[in-house]
């Protein structure tokens, strides 16, 4: 069965654009996570949406925002891009939105030049 | 607020010798924790979670953890290291009241000599 799955792979923008990043999930899988990793830091938790709705939101300003669509598959949006959102973004999938595991997928690495 | 220390930013091992990576968290009740092991350029790969009952629990690849509760700790440990096992060790903690997120610390690079 195919993992998480995210594209692009890699992606580089200027300050000042906008970014979509997307994920597929694992197959009946219902909720995706959303993380930004800097370099040399622990993954932060972005968003957590379940079943189209948010669940959980962390401690992002309002240029980040995501959703979520009936086929489960999420996209992340950045506005506005600072030299600061340049990371590596993971998405995560899990079954129900608490109480199991949550399966990673190898991320897209976003520069911001 | 919720907090996970990983002490050590790097260690150095010498394969075939034992290893243990240590992980603190603050948090009024217990939550779930989880392990993760991130190789260059890739995503995270689970290495053994705990949610409750045996405090020591068994993982993927050898590794092994045992929660203890008095301390606020998790620590990861392995009793021989391979060359392979060379790679960025995550420790992180399950919070459901804030948005089921998970809470990692800011990682653990292991570096494996021959």
């Known amino acids: 069965d195919a993992g998480v799955t995210q594209s692009p792979t890699h992606l580089i923008k200027t300050r000042g654009q906008h970014v979509t990043l997307r994920c597929s999930p694992i197959?009946?899988?219902?909720?995706v996570s959303w993380y930004q990793q800097v370099l040399g830091q622990g993954p932060q938790f972005i968003f957590q949406?379940?079943?189209?709705?948010?669940?959980g939101r962390g401690n992002f300003p309002d240029r980040f925002s995501a959703r979520q669509f009936p086929n489960y598959s999420s996209e992340l949006n950045v506005n506005a891009l600072l030299l600061g959102d340049s990371a590596l973004y993971l998405c995560a999938s899990r079954v129900a939105p608490t109480g199991d595991e949550q399966f990673f997928g190898p991320g897209t690495r976003l520069t911001v030049l | 607020a919720q907090s996970v220390t990983q002490p050590d930013i790097h260690i150095t091992v010498s394969e075939g010798a034992s290893l243990e990576l240590r992980c603190n968290y603050s948090?009024?009740?217990?939550?779930?924790l989880f392990w993760y092991v991130q190789s260059p350029g890739q995503g995270l790969q689970l290495l053994l979670k705990y949610f409750s009952g045996d405090t020591l629990v068994q993982g993927i690849k050898g590794f092994e953890a045992e929660f203890k509760r008095s301390q606020s700790s998790f620590n990861l440990r392995k009793p021989s290291v391979h060359w392979s096992d060379a790679a960025e060790y995550f420790c992180?903690?399950?919070?459901?009241?804030?948005?089921?997120?998970?809470?990692f610390g800011a990682g653990t690079i292991l570096r494996v000599k021959s």
């Open positions: 197959s009946g899988h219902k909720s």
């Open positions: 992180a903690v399950g919070f459901m009241e804030y948005g089921n997120k998970l809470v």
């Open positions: 948090y009024g009740a217990t939550p779930y």
């Open positions: 949406y379940y079943e189209k709705e948010e669940r």
